[in-house]
């Protein structure tokens, strides 16, 4: 029987996916249609996949109005077709990756745990069960891995200091509050492969020995909440999850949260009264999460991504995984190319690689065809950097010896149409409307930010000592990374495009 | 749900919505998504209900229901239109898309068009930032939005 993939993934079914499944189910009554995560390759998608004798054969982007011309073309069996690629994994784009965390999305049935099974899963979990917390958290200091949500702490270093706590509940704690414009890993994750996910909380329970754990989700993901919610059901149905995990002495169960809107609840600290139930407010640390988390008890508060990177670390040995990379960045960074680029998606690689590399080469310019003039890494709170700085390397300290940070490694390119004065105050907006109003700086901070860029878009240049000054008020006063990275931007955009917050009466002149 | 639905009705049907949460660590916010999801807003006879529940005062309550984007105190129009207004959106003409669904539709962020029909949303990314503009409607995500597409999802909402 013939087997088709159209992915499930929440970008391809925006674009069609759906509407190309249908179609296909009508036209090839016999073919199984298997609905995969995505391969990352966004302007490809949908893409649809065939099994042929010779593996699997793409075409795409693919509309449900091509079908016919494709079952004409005989792509039943790898027809020539003007959207056939080829093999997927052949594409330079894939071929140029080391895929670790991303090794089956976009392969697997996602919601299989008998595909998952049998594409390498639960080895990890399979080997954590034979070793004790001690020896679980040892391979993960071992590792190097650090907090793939944006702060880099080593996650062993995180984990040590849960076990070592003293409670008679503790807890694992996903964040999965993705809201970084430019970033989806984590969303490719829970809808392209959520057992993987489950996976690494389990792992992390035994290694703490928590019991419980949470997927605090957003709402803007439906599709992921779906796919995590269907793989938990199935995960508990084979006892990866529950009483007896793999039929073990540990137990571990976990729960889907979904968010409501609140940017700020990415912050772990607010992550964390929101899913007790409050206002999502930050609070002030000390006490860590760590030891004083969920419902006040100690708790791992990690990124999808970090625990996502915890199988194959099991599975692999830490010595494989800190082989990867430069400095202190050890593995892989699942790299988000976004905005206007021509070849966006994902792209799983070591740490070391230039920004340049990213955006010029592997995604290949503007996709309007303009010149690149900016490109903001790191999301909202990110610098925006200037094609003079593409030297910088993808590493933690690289970007913060030169003013910016990797974040959550998105990175969103515009052409030289940018306007960005027009991107600070954004920036100072964004912090306005999502602040959770704890602390000053922030909440005032910000309101006053975006009048003082008024003025300064108005012309009255002699503001910019002023907004230097409230943003050094806002860096180093402000309870959380909102109100404390957002100067991040605004500052990078004053320093590397001076020339948008010079008086407009030039720009007007030669239009 | 019927506008003249009696504030004891709402009060009543709130009750059996919660129920299921109650012996749930941190409820509340799945008690307040169930409460919308059944209401399409939460609805003012609501907040006591789920204050008694958990030992809050209807102020927390409140406070908590006014904090987050997603809860409404109204209900919107037959079709809710989200437009993502991030930088990756943005990067990629999201605030013509937008300009121009503001002006077919007569209303600005956060309104409703006359007839009820269409409520238009500012929405801070949805995780499609490689095809970008993006948006949704209702709980269809859409992406690569132009202006004749998005002309085509408002005929079909009108």
């Given at each position: 029987m013939t087997r088709l993939f159209v992915p499930r993934d929440a970008l391809s079914v925006a674009v069609g996916a759906d509407e190309l499944a249908a179609a296909l189910a009508q036209a090839c009554p016999d073919a199984t249609i298997i609905r995969n995560g995505s391969r990352g390759m966004a302007w490809l998608e949908p893409l649809l996949e065939v099994q042929t004798e010779s593996g699997r054969i793409g075409y795409g982007p693919?509309?449900?109005?091509d079908v016919p011309g494709l079952l004409a073309a005989g792509f039943l069996a790898g027809g020539a077709h003007p959207k056939r690629i080829g093999r997927?994994?052949?594409?330079p784009f894939l071929a140029r990756q080391t895929r670790?965390?991303?090794?089956r999305c976009g392969i697997?049935?996602?919601?299989s745990l008998s595909d998952y099974r049998a594409h390498g899963g639960l080895i990890g979990l399979t080997r954590a069960l034979s070793m004790g917390g001690a020896d679980i958290v040892d391979e993960l200091v071992k590792s190097g891995?650090?907090?793939?949500?944006?702060?880099?702490?080593p996650t062993g270093i995180k984990w040590r200091t849960v076990m070592q706590a003293q409670a008679p509940q503790k807890y694992i704690v996903c964040n999965?509050?993705?809201?970084?414009?430019?970033?989806f890993a984590d969303r490719m994750v829970m809808e392209g492969d959520p057992f993987l996910l489950i996976e690494g909380m389990i792992i992390a329970g035994i290694a703490v020995g928590a019991t419980q754990g949470y997927v605090y989700l957003r709402s803007e993901y439906p599709q992921a909440v779906t796919a995590m919610n269907q793989a938990i059901a199935a995960a508990r149905q084979e006892a990866?999850?529950?009483?007896?995990?793999?039929?073990?002495a540990f137990a571990f169960d976990m729960e889907v949260r979904v968010g409501a809107g609140?940017?700020?609840?990415?912050e772990e600290t607010s992550l964390l009264d929101s899913l007790e139930g409050k206002r999502g407010q930050v609070r002030a640390k000390p006490p860590l999460p760590a030891l004083s988390?969920?419902?006040?008890r100690p708790t791992v508060v990690n990124n999808v991504l970090s625990l996502a990177a915890v199988p194959d670390i099991l599975a692999g040995g830490a010595a494989a995984y800190q082989a990867l990379g430069v400095g202190r960045s050890r593995g892989t960074m699942p790299v988000q190319l976004a905005g206007?680029?021509?070849?966006?998606g994902l792209f799983e690689v070591p740490f070391g690689i230039t920004l340049g590399e990213l955006v010029?080469?592997?995604?290949?310019?503007?996709a309007s065809g303009r010149p690149v003039r900016a490109v903001q890494v790191g999301g909202p709170l990110g610098a925006y950097f200037p094609?003079?700085?593409?030297?910088?390397?993808?590493d933690y300290e690289a970007f913060t010896a030169r003013d910016g940070l990797i974040g959550h490694g998105g990175i969103v390119v515009f052409d030289d149409t940018v306007d960005m004065a027009r991107m600070a105050r954004f920036a100072m907006e964004f912090c306005a409307i999502e602040s959770?109003?704890?602390?000053?700086p922030c909440r005032i901070g910000s309101t006053r930010g975006v009048e003082v860029l008024d003025r300064i878009i108005a012309?009255?240049?002699?503001q910019l000592g002023l907004l230097a000054d409230l943003c050094e008020t806002m860096k180093f006063g402000?309870?959380?990374?909102l109100g404390g990275f957002t100067p991040y931007p605004v500052m990078s955009a004053v320093r590397h495009f001076p020339e948008d917050f010079a008086p407009r009466q030039h720009a007007l002149a030669a239009e | 749900m019927q506008p003249s639905s009696s504030a004891a009705k709402i009060a009543e049907l709130t009750a059996d919505i919660i129920a299921p949460y109650l012996?749930?660590?941190?409820p509340a916010m799945p008690m307040l998504h169930a409460i919308q999801a059944a209401f399409g807003f939460v609805p003012q006879a609501s907040v006591p209900v789920v204050a008694n529940a958990l030992n809050l005062s209807r102020a927390e309550v409140h406070g908590i229901v006014s904090?987050?984007?997603?809860?409404?105190?109204a209900p919107a129009g037959r079709t809710v239109l989200k437009l993502c207004r991030a930088e990756a959106c943005q990067s990629s003409g999201a605030d013509r898309v937008a300009a121009h669904a503001s002006a077919r539709l007569g209303i600005s962020w956060h309104e409703t068009t006359a007839d009820g029909a269409i409520t238009l949303e500012p929405v801070f990314c949805l995780g499609l930032c490689a095809a970008a503009p993006c948006g949704m409607v209702n709980d269809r995500s859409v992406a690569r939005l132009d202006t004749a597409r998005l002309d085509a999802i408002l005929e079909n909402a009108r």
């Open positions: 693919v509309e449900a109005a997927p994994e052949e594409m670790i965390t991303f090794a697997t049935d996602p919601v891995l650090r907090g793939r949500g944006g702060a880099g702490f999965a509050d993705e809201g970084d414009s430019g970033t990866v999850l529950g009483a007896q995990v793999l039929g073990s609140a940017y700020v609840c990415g988390g969920f419902l006040g206007n680029i021509k070849h966006g010029m080469e592997i995604g290949g310019g503007t094609p003079a700085l593409f030297d910088t390397i993808f959770c109003g704890k602390c000053t012309g009255d240049t002699g402000s309870l959380c990374a | 012996g749930r660590e941190g904090f987050y984007h997603d809860f409404r105190h």
